[in-house]
């Protein structure tokens, strides 16, 4: 069973970075797209971004395009989200996923890691 577990987040003041890591257990993570999802209070969880096993493609929501950069590194087991500019609508739970189909996420989740940005 794979294990994903996300750090990195924190309290930010609106304009300002943080940088997401997410660290998954196995031998197989270059094999897989992996993916970052994010939930708000009493909102569905939602798309952030993906990207394929040998970051050959990227995809984003449209609401994080230009301010946040996934990135992976295979020989740590490491996917990365990098998020500048960040806006007080940023704030939720952000989540690892491996294995996304496009958009939509598959069972393997991480534990969350909480960003609040403030205004």
């Known amino acids: 069973q794979v294990q994903l577990v996300e750090s990195g987040g924190g309290l930010v003041q609106a304009g300002g970075s943080l940088r997401l890591s997410c660290v998954a257990s196995g031998r197989t993570f270059s094999s897989y797209t992996m993916g970052w999802f994010r939930q708000a209070p009493g909102q569905e969880r939602e798309f952030v971004a993906a990207?394929?096993?040998?970051?050959?493609?990227?995809d984003y929501a449209d609401s994080v395009k230009g301010r946040f950069t996934i990135s992976r590194d295979n020989a740590k087991n490491t996917v990365y989200l990098q998020m500048n500019s960040l806006k007080p609508e940023d704030t939720a739970v952000y989540y690892c996923n491996r294995g996304p189909l496009g958009t939509m996420p598959s069972d393997y989740w991480g534990q969350g890691t909480q960003v609040t940005v403030s205004s």
């Open positions: 990207i394929s096993p040998m970051s050959w493609t990227t």
